[in-house]
Nanobody
């Protein structure tokens, strides 16, 4: 069973920065994509950013040029980080780590990000 361990998040004022990290006990060759989704109250869960096994990245238009996703590969652990800068109140949401592999899709428990104006 794959486990996703999330860290980071919290509260920050508009214009500030936060960093999210997610560690998965998998090997890189089994990964299709790994990244972050978010869900604000009353809204659907949406893709924030993901990175493919080949290193290609994809961002939601609303976060381009403000968020950066990166990946660190260890022998049996892959860690994806999301550096969030110039945060806006509309970035407030629960952020979920997502992992897609050839064996299935996995989600983290979610971490709250709150941006105050």
């Amino acid at each position: 069973q794959v486990q996703l361990v999330e860290s980071g998040g919290g509260s920050v004022q508009a214009g500030g920065s936060l960093r999210l990290s997610c560690a998965a006990s998998v090997r890189i060759y089994g990964i299709i994509t790994m990244g972050w989704y978010r869900q604000a109250p009353g809204k659907q869960r949406e893709l924030v950013a993901h990175i493919t096994s080949g290193g290609s990245t994809n961002y939601a238009d609303s976060v381009k040029d403000r968020f950066t996703i990166s990946r660190d590969n260890a022998k049996n652990t892959v860690t994806v980080s999301l550096q969030m800068s110039s945060l806006k109140p509309e970035d407030t949401a629960v952020y979920y780590c997502n992992l897609r592999t050839m064996r299935g899709e996995y989600w983290g428990q979610g971490t709250q990000v709150t941006v105050s104006s």
